[in-house]
């Protein structure tokens, strides 16, 4: 047996010691009770805030209270379709005992709860109360349903025809709650592997790793994508490419070996003296030969190089290579 879960959002005030309406919560006691009620899902939150599910998902729901009380629970789901899914034919009786959990449907459970395909927020709506409620004028039975459905005149109004049966019993003898879950419709998703002549590259859709050459990329959903293909050693490739619905594409990459990248570059002194000492960052190198001397540096960093010679003024500057370089230097007389 199938039956669909469902959404409130309702509005509306009542004085302070009434049971006020709520747009997320559809019903709250207004005063702190004893009595607890909770009601949750097989799923949690995810980022979004809420469990998600896809239309066709079966879904189980949880409730439990913290004293013995008679327990109710309905559905809202994103139409404004409400539907009493506990007690219900199979489960009529709702009496709990404090710390009891309710599984819905149960282990042996003739019936299933499967998510709508309407996209949107649904609500699990929960009542807890001492004493049982009666809810016949509010939902009934039609054809030999399983289930007993709100029909008349639509959220609001279920909502105060609850509230009015809630304001009859004392304050404190209910508790309600209620958890949300949202409805995504199913996106059909496509395919990708990368083949390459290098074993467990790396493989990167807008900048992510989603894993590696030779192994298929599942549930990508449809769109463009740049991909990237690493390996170490290897020069990257890159392309862009269309991912389609319900298709799967194969990307042949050739990855060509690296070139080894020269990070040195030469500096050759030359001076107008003969013979004169040479520094690098307050360290002696030596000293030129017939005016001449040269360093290998490392590219893109800077350096200090200063030169001394006995009876001149001493030089200095700060020198960043970017390739080879020929500096030559006139030292002055003292």
């Excluded at 007690?87 to 709702?94: F, G, I, K, T």
């Excluded at 190198?285 to 017939?290: D, E, K, R, V, Y």
């Amino acid at each position: 047996m199938k039956s669909v879960l469902i959404t409130l959002l309702l509005s509306s005030t009542f004085a302070a010691a009434a049971p006020q309406i709520s747009p997320q919560r559809i019903i709250v006691n207004p005063i702190e009770t004893s009595l607890k009620s909770k009601v949750w899902l097989d799923r949690t939150a995810d980022s979004s805030g809420y469990a998600t599910y896809r239309p066709g998902d079966n879904v189980t729901i949880k409730a439990s209270v913290n004293e013995d009380a008679y327990l109710y629970l309905f559905s809202v789901d994103p139409k404004g379709e409400i539907v009493q899914i506990f007690p219900n034919q199979y489960a009529e009786d709702n009496f709990v005992e404090g710390g009891q959990t309710v599984t819905l449907p149960g282990p042996d459970a003739n019936y299933t709860f499967e998510v709508d395909k309407d996209p949107g927020i649904s609500k699990v709506f929960a009542v807890a109360a001492k004493d049982p409620l009666d809810f016949q004028d509010v939902v009934e039975i039609k054809n030999n349903a399983v289930f007993a459905t709100y029909h008349r005149d639509g959220q609001e109004a279920f909502a105060q025809e609850i509230s009015g049966i809630l304001n009859s019993i004392p304050d404190d003898a209910w508790h309600s709650s209620v958890i949300l879950y949202r409805t995504q419709p199913e996106v059909k998703s496509g395919e990708l592997t990368v083949k390459t002549n290098v074993q467990d590259a790396k493989v990167y859709l807008d900048g992510k790793l989603v894993g590696e050459s030779g192994s298929p990329i599942e549930n990508l959903a449809p769109g463009k994508y740049q991909v990237k293909v690493v390996a170490q050693g290897y020069t990257t490739y890159s392309t862009s490419l269309t991912i389609n619905a319900d298709r799967s594409v194969s990307l042949t990459v050739n990855l060509k070996k690296a070139q080894p990248v020269n990070t040195k570059a030469n500096l050759y002194l030359r001076l107008n003296v003969s013979k004169a000492s040479i520094y690098m960052n307050g360290q002696k190198l030596g000293a030129t030969s017939n005016g001449r001397y040269n360093l290998v540096l490392t590219k893109n960093k800077q350096y200090k190089v200063s030169v001394v010679a006995t009876g001149y003024t001493s030089f200095a500057a700060y020198v960043k290579l970017t390739g080879d370089k020929t500096m030559y230097i006139t030292l002055k007389k003292r």
